[in-house]
């Protein structure tokens, strides 16, 4: 079963990779996609499988304390190796994004193949708890971390509040709760239309992205950053959920979003905030390809 649910969601990264290789149909064309998939195709996927969600029997206390503390608590375990782990503070904030941040493409689109509806709506609620916070900590590693350009606390609430995905996810919780609905059969198609392309549009963004010509020389914070976020941040996940009683499927969906591989955005994030991109992008790449063996391994556990 997870075979099945992974094999077609790893070729279509693949088949991206193909198509950057070839140049079809050419480098000018997927920054238009990305921007495409991040402000209108993901936010209408959040929006319609939010705003139709059953709530009634979700135990948010206990799931958001659990998503929470399983980042901070690999958060503060990254900054305590800092010392051992790289005298470069550029470097280093590529390592915690390594450690903590996670590809929401392949997280929702492995959920939605393994555990269907159910499934993408927990993962949706779950990716509306971590992305604030992992900006936040990220923000502030850099502020920490660097002698580079911080940001203030009204600057990180501002970037946070004008993310399209928290955007999406609030929005689809507030029609969901005021009982307003999609308000119509009209929206909800539009909306189902929109969304049914973000995960292949997603998918194919992050196949494109893949590059391995300079990672043997980042090899020692690739596998650093690699054993926080393979290893340490889903054994965190799956031992807090299962401690605290969390259903099955919330367990396995947390256990899922905990070992995706960084997304892609920290690239971004390290160019703007005095980061090493490079070394960047290559955790990005190799942790892409980590990921085709360490989802199903850790799945299969539960």
């Known amino acids: 079963m997870i075979a099945n649910a992974l094999g077609p969601v790893f070729l279509l990264i693949l088949f991206g990779a193909l198509l950057r290789r070839i140049n079809f149909p050419g480098a000018e064309f ?81 959920a939605s193949a393994l555990f269907g509806d159910a499934g993408l709506v927990i993962a949706a609620i779950a990716v509306s708890i971590m992305i604030p916070l992992v900006n936040v900590l990220s923000v502030i590693c850099f502020s920490l971390a660097t ?24 929005l ?10 999609l308000m119509g059969s009209w929206i909800e198609t539009l909306l189902a239309t929109l969304g049914s392309t973000a995960l292949p549009l997603g998918l194919l963004a992050v196949g494109v992205a893949l590059s391995l010509t300079t990672v043997k020389q ?14 340490v941040m889903p054994g965190l996940m799956l031992g807090l959920a299962t401690w605290w009683q969390l259903d ?37 790449s190799a942790q892409t390809l980590l990921a085709f063996v360490v989802i199903p391994v850790w799945l299969a556990m539960v």
């Open 30 to 110: 997927w920054p238009g996609i990305e921007r495409l998939t991040y402000y209108i195709a993901f936010p209408a996927l959040l929006v319609h499988r939010l705003a139709l969600a059953d709530f009634s029997d979700a135990d948010f206390g206990r799931f958001a304390l659990v998503i929470c503390t399983a980042l901070l608590l690999t958060s503060a375990l990254t900054w305590l190796i800092k010392p051992w782990a790289s005298d470069n503070a550029a470097d280093f904030t590529s390592l915690f994004q390594g450690a903590i941040r996670f590809n929401t493409y392949i997280g929702l689109a492995v």
């Open 147 to 170: 002698d580079g350009p911080g940001k203030s606390p009204a600057q990180v609430l501002s970037g946070i509040l004008s993310n399209p995905l928290i955007v999406a996810c609030l």
């Open 218 to 231: 980042d090899w020692p914070i690739i596998a650093c950053s690699s054993m926080f976020k393979f290893v």
């Open 172 to 181: 689809g919780v507030a029609l969901n709760l005021s009982g307003l609905g």
């Open 248 to 284: 099955l499927l919330s367990q396995q969906v947390l256990l899922l979003l905990a070992c995706l591989p960084t997304a892609t955005s920290a690239y971004i994030l390290a160019r703007q905030l005095g980061g090493n991109a490079p070394m960047m992008a290559n955790i990005i």
